[in-house]
């Protein structure tokens, strides 16, 4: 009964060529409750797993200002790092997941799932040194001896999530691309409570301090993808799960290049902020600065999770619409999707801004901390609300299966003009992690919307139905 609703939901009202001059509002009334079954899960989901995160380091921040700026560069820069390649290296899934769905090539995403934890296995380990190097690492970058060692010791008891997610990040768009993300979303909120509870266990009750923090994540992961791993094996996907085959091996090539190219693609994007949190600690008075980054990173952080809930859901309304050979209805998912989405990134910049002095309390009690992420609120505020437009077109990227081109975008845009502006801004015009931020964001994250909103407008739709029809023909 279930695979029935879910074809029936994927399949839907197609947007036929004859419909172009329909009823607007109608076609819009049926697309966003399409991407809606999709997406609302998918922002219980995001949220509930990045809350994890905040938690954790809630608990680090009321410990002092040291734990708090360790355990942020332990999370945001040693995991976020590993993290960003793993994740984006997933979302290959997502393209090939959802077109194959969308084909009614269901048996192929099975295949697909096993290919991916191959390729993302075999990436994670040679991505340990980074952990075990991780103190050595960020005294490089300028981190301060006391913060760069007890972020190192953080990074170590780290290296149990990091091993997790090769299962996690591929389970997760393999039941998405499904429209199976309602199992998802409840895994992940019942995972989180009982986040909250070893947390305040292992760090009040055991006194485990900054450690205890580091454990109680790395369980609280690890039983988040065991119970997807039970739901996806044990009988939940008929459709799309036959067992383990041999056939998984094969192709590997072509796997692993649309996966590190949509690796690339993700990751430059994490990591630039990663670098940002990097570059504030080689700033006077670096403790506060770095936790007064870290906290409005987090919040933003925290707002991204619905834009990559739009992310998620345009990859799969875009995907499935191509492998099904609806050009046109793929265009006017996309469409639809970016519309809600900035639409809810303008209402929260208005509440960063209303309650800008107060953002801070929820990680620190630190005075210091409190007025100095007050300063940079206003940056806060801008960048969730330019937040909202980049990851829907990321979105369409992945669905169209994009990726190394957009991994080219981000490169120049990131790397060649965003980082060396915000050198430029933050020590030879002396305006600190102001400025850094804010030409990070001016001068990075704001072309590269521009080029990605110009070649989704130019893309040619019709060609991307008909390569993504191609892929699944006998």
């Known amino acids: 009964m279930e695979e029935t609703l879910t074809i029936n939901l994927l399949q839907g009202k197609k947007i036929n060529e004859d419909e172009e001059d329909g009823d607007l509002k109608a076609r819009i009334l049926v697309e966003t409750k399409k991407l809606w079954q999709l997406l609302g899960p998918a922002i219980i989901y995001r949220i509930s797993n990045y ?6 380091d809630s608990f680090a921040g009321h410990l002092g200002e040291v ?3 360790s355990m942020s560069i332990a999370e945001a820069v040693i995991v976020a790092f590993n993290f960003g390649l793993l994740l984006g290296m997933a979302t290959a899934l997502e393209t090939l997941c959802g077109q194959a769905y969308g084909a009614k090539r269901y048996n192929m995403l099975g295949i697909y799932l096993q290919r991916s934890w191959i390729v993302l296995g075999l990436a994670s380990i040679l991505l340990l040194p980074l952990y075990i190097y991780a103190t050595p690492i960020l005294v490089l970058f300028g981190q301060t001896k006391e913060v760069a060692e007890l972020a190192g010791k953080l990074s170590i008891w780290f ?5 997790a997610f090769p299962f996690s990040c591929s389970l997760q768009r393999f039941l998405m691309s499904q429209c199976k993300i309602k199992i998802v979303a409840l895994i992940s909120t019942t995972t989180l409570g009982f986040h909250v509870l070893i947390t305040w266990l292992f760090v009040y009750k055991l006194e485990l301090g900054v450690v205890g923090a580091a454990v109680a994540l790395d369980i609280s992961w690890w039983i988040s993808c065991f119970a997807m791993l039970i739901y996806a ?14 056939e998984a091996f094969s192709e590997l090539k072509e796997f692993l290049q649309l996966s590190s190219a949509a690796g690339v693609m993700l990751c430059l994007e994490f990591w630039y902020y990663r670098v940002l949190i990097l570059m504030t600690g080689n700033l006077k008075n ?4 770095v936790g007064a980054l870290s906290v409005c990173l987090s919040i933003n952080g925290w707002e991204l999770m619905i834009p990559f809930a739009f992310l998620a859901a345009t990859g799969v309304r875009v995907s499935n619409e191509l492998g099904a050979g609806n050009a046109k209805a793929a265009k006017f998912a996309a469409k639809v999707s970016l519309a809600q ?26 005075i210091e901390i409190i007025k100095a992420v007050d300063q940079i609120s206003y940056l806060l505020a801008f960048t969730i609300l330019l937040n909202s437009v980049k990851p829907v077109l990321s979105g369409v990227a992945i669905g169209s299966g994009w990726q190394s081109l957009v991994a080219y975008v981000n490169l120049g845009s990131y790397y060649v003009i965003g980082i060396p502006l915000g050198i430029f801004m933050g020590w030879v015009l002396n305006f600190g992690v102001e400025g850094i931020w804010c030409a990070m964001i001016f001068g990075g994250t704001a072309v590269q919307t521009g080029i990605l909103a110009t070649i989704t407008i130019r893309r040619d739709w019709k060609k991307q139905a008909g390569q993504a029809l191609s892929r699944y023909e006998q």
């Not at 290296?159 to 091993?163: K, N």
């Not at 670096?286 to 600065?289: G, K, P, R, S, V």
């Open 51 to 56: 809350s994890m995160s905040v938690v954790t």
């Open 67 to 69: 734990e708090l700026a």
């Open 159 to 163: 290296i149990p999530i990091h091993l």
């Open 233 to 246: 094996l044990g009988g939940w996907c008929p459709l799309t799960w036959d067992g383990f085959s041999m």
């Open 286 to 289: 670096a403790t506060i600065a």
């Open 341 to 366: 989405s900035v639409l809810i990134g303008i209402l929260f910049c208005i509440l960063v801004m209303i309650f800008h002095n107060k953002l801070a309390l929820i990680f620190s009690s630190s």
